[in-house]
């Protein structure tokens, strides 16, 4: 990082010397399309997105993800009849596509500081028999009253058709712009898209995914961002390796954690974390 500062406003600019901020792929996105969505979430809390994964994608995905559903849930929240994977990004390039999509990270560009994190990166297949799970908020974990802007955002992509019937996500819209009110179960809507689409929604929004009252299980990906001053659900500086690192795109690894949020968040031993993808790096 520059040593370059001679006053408390320079400490809040980009510091990088070597490596300097790395713009967002949303910034290929209509600038009217990305209003119209962000005028969306900022109304009703969500936005469906639709069609953003094509059929071979899709197929990609299930095909990746199949032989690796073979854990359950090991509580209510996270189903007892919900198969989950943790820690995607070392397991199979296949959900890359959902984590940075520009479509979304347009969204994230609006509503959050640069270098925002992805939080988290996950796998939910949900079967037959499963209950709807208990309402919830994805940022409420973090202890800050409402109401509040929102500290993070979720996405949750349907790789199979998400219907009333079969487990889609419900959530109550206008709900990120409650108070200290609980959510009655009255109120839950369900998430009807088709395969390749997505919802985007605020951290603050009551959501939970519904209960399968079908035949067939329900696979989706979900992944969650935070601003970047927050530290994000999933260790992923600890759990995926500078290998895997390398391979993503530019996109996935500054949300990882590889970027710096003014002045000094996330340096390693002074220095910009990139600096460890360096083929010299010295070991940690």
């Avoid at 993800?65 to 296949?94: C, M, W």
């Avoid at 391979?247 to 340096?267: A, C, K, N, W």
Wanted: glycine share 8%; hydrophobic share 40%.
């Amino acid at each position: 990082m520059s040593t370059d500062v001679s006053s408390l406003t320079d400490l809040g600019g980009d510091l990088a010397g070597t490596y300097r901020r790395t713009p967002s792929s949303g910034a290929t996105i209509d600038p009217a399309v990305s209003a119209a969505d962000l005028a969306a979430v900022q109304r009703d809390g969500y936005v469906i997105l639709p069609d953003l994964l094509t059929p071979q994608e899709l197929d990609e995905i299930r095909e990746a993800v199949a032989p690796l559903l073979d854990r359950r849930g090991r509580n209510d929240f996270e189903g007892h009849t919900t198969q989950r994977i943790y820690s995607v990004l070392n397991k199979t390039r296949a959900c890359d596509r959902i984590a940075d999509h520009p479509r979304v990270l347009a969204l994230l560009d609006r509503l959050f500081l640069p270098n925002y994190l992805l939080s988290m990166l996950q796998v939910i297949n949900i079967l037959p028999g499963e209950q709807a799970q208990m309402l919830h908020t994805d940022d409420g974990f973090y202890p800050l009253p409402r109401p509040r802007a929102a500290l993070g955002a979720a996405t949750i992509w349907a790789i199979d058709d998400f219907t009333a019937e079969n487990g889609a996500t419900d959530i109550i819209a206008g709900s990120h712009l409650w108070g200290h009110r609980m959510p009655d179960a009255a109120e839950r809507e369900p998430v009807v898209m088709q395969a390749g689409s997505c919802v985007f929604f605020l951290g603050t929004l009551w959501h939970g995914g519904g209960a399968n009252r079908s035949p067939n299980p329900r696979l989706a990906a979900t992944a969650q961002y935070c601003e970047p001053w927050l530290r994000p659900q999933e260790a992923f500086t600890l759990s995926i390796t500078r290998d895997t690192v390398r391979t993503v795109s530019e996109d996935i690894r500054r949300m990882l954690g590889y970027s710096i949020h003014p002045p000094f968040i996330g340096q390693v031993d002074g220095m910009h974390p990139k600096r460890l993808l360096e083929p010299d790096a010295p070991p940690l």
